[in-house]
């Protein structure tokens, strides 16, 4: 009986368990990071367009970080956004015998900064006047 405990203890030991293995999203969720759409040199192309709206502005882009008023009363707004993406892959290594065993781990992570800051300016009626944007990824 006991050399029957001890197989079995030894199978289990050589097949990892994957019970406790999660997705990125998964991880996301639980230290509830939220996907919301992103502002992106494409969307500002897109979707800005001269005589818009403060208003249309603000539904394509949110509000913005900065507004500001020159002496003649036309409003700038100022869009900056700064996003650090990291990533990390990892790779694992193991086999238990009954009683001895051997693992190893390796991994490495990459870490990027991306920089977007949008500059719209109005004219005295509260339209778009021009925009001009700066992106940058390092």
């Known amino acids: ?13 050589l097949f990892p368990t994957v019970e ?22 494409g969307k500002v192309q897109r ?11 603000a539904e394509v882009l949110g509000s913005p970080n900065i507004v500001t ?8 707004w100022v869009y900056d956004r700064i996003a650090t993406e990291v990533t990390y892959s990892e790779s694992q290594n193991a086999l238990f015998l009954i009683l ?11 870490r990027t900064q991306k920089t977007l800051t949008v500059v719209i300016k109005f004219d ?6 021009s925009f ?4 940058s990824k390092f």
Do not use: F, N, P
Not at 26 to 31: E, S, T, Y
Not at 69 to 75: F, L, P, Q, V, W
Not at 100 to 110: C, E, K, M, R
Not at 124 to 129: I, T
């Open 124 to 129: 005295d009626k509260g339209r778009v006047d």
């Open 69 to 76: 008023k020159d002496a003649d009363g036309r409003e700038t």
């Open 100 to 110: 001895a065993g051997t693992a190893s781990q390796s991994g490495a992570t990459l």
């Open 47 to 57: 979707e800005i367009r001269r005589g818009m709206s403060g208003a249309e502005v």
């Open 20 to 41: 406790g293995c999660k997705s990125a999203a998964d991880h996301r969720a639980d230290v509830g990071a939220s996907r919301r759409e992103d502002l992106t040199v």
């Open 1 to 13: 009986m006991k050399l029957v405990q001890i197989v079995v203890a030894g199978l289990l030991a």
């Open 132 to 135: 001009s944007y700066h992106a």
